[in-house]
T-cell receptor, first 116, second 109 residues
């Protein structure tokens, strides 16, 4: 079980720079999620893919955020023109779809972003 | 606005005692419920999932679901210092989860 893999583990960037994170889900999982988490809060939903299709994007997410999953396997999350408020842990999770009840999410180790 | 509520704690429990964590949710139509454990600086780790009313046991952990009262709880028996963490309750809403803010649990040796 290779689990969900995220890279990099840590990223420090200056305000205004662009950053890109990568997520490799569990191989048989067709659903992939991006979340953001700040201290003392639960994960905040950013976006969701089923296979290569991006089916939902949080309305709280600005146009500076974009995510792709071109072949239905790995995914990237890009943040353009970073702001200090973007500093957070970015979590990727995957799951297997199909029927009810929904299968649980399995998280990667996260990418901690610090914007200076 | 669908919500999941948890007491933020911290909840302090002596080693060896039972820790009881509670969670309420607003959407009566929710069908899937999950407890995740999160150590400081780490990502959430699935502890239990429960889908039907009643109790579900897995080792020292028991999840309890009461859909009529819209609450789900997690009991940890024989608490260990390594159980000290934040416990997140999550409730399924279509394709995604609605999360509580978590309860910080401290097990005192």
């Amino acid at each position: 079980d290779t689990g969900v893999s995220q890279n990099p583990r840590h990223k420090i960037t200056k305000r205004g720079q662009n950053v890109t994170f990568r997520c490799d889900p569990i191989s048989e999982h067709n659903r992939l999620y991006w979340y953001r988490q700040t201290l003392g809060q639960g994960p905040e939903f950013l976006t969701y893919f089923q296979n290569e299709a991006q089916l939902e994007k949080s309305r709280l997410l600005s146009d500076r955020f974009s995510a792709e999953r071109p072949k239905g396997s790995f995914s990237t999350l890009e943040i353009q023109r970073t702001e200090q408020g973007d500093s957070a842990m970015y979590l990727c999770a995957s799951s297997l779809s199909g029927g009810q009840p929904n299968s649980p999410l399995h998280f990667g180790n996260g990418t901690r972003l610090t914007v200076t | 606005q669908k919500e999941v509520e948890q007491n933020s704690g911290p909840l302090s429990v002596p080693e060896g005692a039972i820790a009881s964590l509670n969670c309420t949710y607003s959407d009566r139509g929710s069908q899937s419920f999950f407890w995740y454990r999160q150590y400081s600086g780490k990502s959430p780790e699935l502890i239990m999932s429960i889908y039907s009313n009643g109790d579900k046991e897995d080792g020292r952990f028991t999840a309890q679901l009461n859909k009529a009262s819209q609450y789900v709880s997690l009991l940890i028996r024989d608490s260990q210092p390594s159980d000290s963490a934040t416990y997140l309750c999550a409730v399924n809403e279509n394709y995604q989860l609605i999360w509580g803010a978590g309860t910080k649990l401290i097990i005192k040796p």
